[in-house]
């Protein structure tokens, strides 16, 4: 393993379904938005373009919302690991590691920190099966790559 390794994960099914989602709910308002013509229902006004075009964007905002979901992404190298979530980023060295842990039942992996907290990899999903073990196997080598390089004897393979 080489000091420039640099680990890439993202989710991948996750990613399909928020695209597709996100897809089909623009789709369905501004199917909606065409649908709303004529007077409204209570008989007091009537549809205008401005409320078909505020439909449409209403379908648009959900839709970046729902892409939020595919934000999730993990970088790691030999100096340290780079975990950015739904929400919020982290940079953390590897000093401050005690391991990467993919727990039974657990939705995704997360870094146990020597101050016993846990920061979790939304990345690294139990739904993405064996790209999700090979990630959390490619972090532990970078992480046991780290260790050895402290202790001063060769790194693992």
Same mark, same amino acid.
């Given at each position: 393993m080489s000091d420039t390794?640099?680990?890439t994960l993202r989710p991948r099914r996750i990613r399909q379904?928020?695209? %597709?989602? @996100?897809?089909?709910?623009? =789709?369905?308002?501004?199917? /909606?938005?065409? &649908?709303?013509t004529g007077a409204t229902g209570s008989g007091y006004g009537a549809f205008q373009r401005g409320d078909q075009l505020a439909m449409i964007g209403l379908g648009l905002f959900g839709a970046l919302g729902i892409l939020l979901f595919?934000?999730?992404? %993990?970088? @790691?190298?030999a100096r340290g =690991?780079?975990?950015?979530? /739904?929400?919020? &980023?982290?940079q953390l060295p590897w000093e401050v590691v005690r391991g990467v842990r993919f727990d039974r039942g657990a939705p995704w992996a997360?870094?146990?920190?020597?101050?016993?907290?846990?920061?979790?990899?939304v990345a690294l999903q139990a739904a993405d099966k064996e790209l999700a073990?090979?990630?959390?196997?490619?972090?532990?080598?970078l992480h046991q790559a780290h260790l050895a390089a402290l202790a001063g004897g060769p790194a693992p393979r």
């Open positions: 390794e640099l680990v379904v928020c695209w %597709v989602s @996100a897809a089909a709910l623009v =789709v369905v308002f501004s199917l /909606v938005a065409t &649908s709303l595919t934000r999730p992404r %993990v970088e @790691a190298d =690991v780079r975990v950015r979530n /739904v929400i919020g &980023s982290y997360s870094l146990e920190l020597h101050d016993d907290d846990l920061l979790p990899m073990v090979e990630g959390v196997r490619a972090l532990r080598r």
